[in-house]
């Protein structure tokens, strides 16, 4: 379970895979027709707590094909639930991640 969305996220997709491979794989959030551009760990990090909702990989073309969730999954949960405290431990963790590599977070 990752620190970032309490679930198995994208997170822990590349940890479980590795880099190498997430940046060979064709990544799309939610219904988008247009993969993501991650040449780097540092482009993935924003990413960190969507939900992977399908994870498949095309022997001929020896591609993966990664689609996460429209948003992360924080919240889809916040929204469907309500606000929680763990929620704001969730982004906070995110927007730590994103200091270490320069990036602003998103909310916080």
């Known amino acids: 379970m990752s620190k ?10 590349i940890a479980i895979h590795g880099l190498d491979h997430i940046l060979r794989c064709d990544v799309y959030v939610g219904s ?6 991650l040449t780097c760990l540092a482009d993935c990090v924003p990413y960190y707590p969507y939900i992977v909702s399908v994870a ?3 022997n001929v073309r020896n591609r993966g094909v990664i ?9 889809i949960e ?3 639930d309500g606000h929680h405290p763990i ?7 995110l927007a730590e991640e ?11």
Do not use: N
Request: contains cysteine; proline residues 4%.
């Open 4 to 13: 970032f969305s309490g679930k198995c996220d994208f997170c822990d997709e």
């Open 32 to 37: 988008s027709r247009t993969p993501l551009r």
């Open 56 to 58: 498949a990989h095309d």
């Open 67 to 75: 689609c996460l969730t429209e948003r992360s999954w924080v919240d």
């Open 78 to 80: 916040e929204e469907r």
């Open 87 to 93: 929620h704001d431990y969730y982004r906070q963790a």
């Open 98 to 108: 994103l200091a270490k590599i320069g990036k602003e977070a998103p909310y916080v």
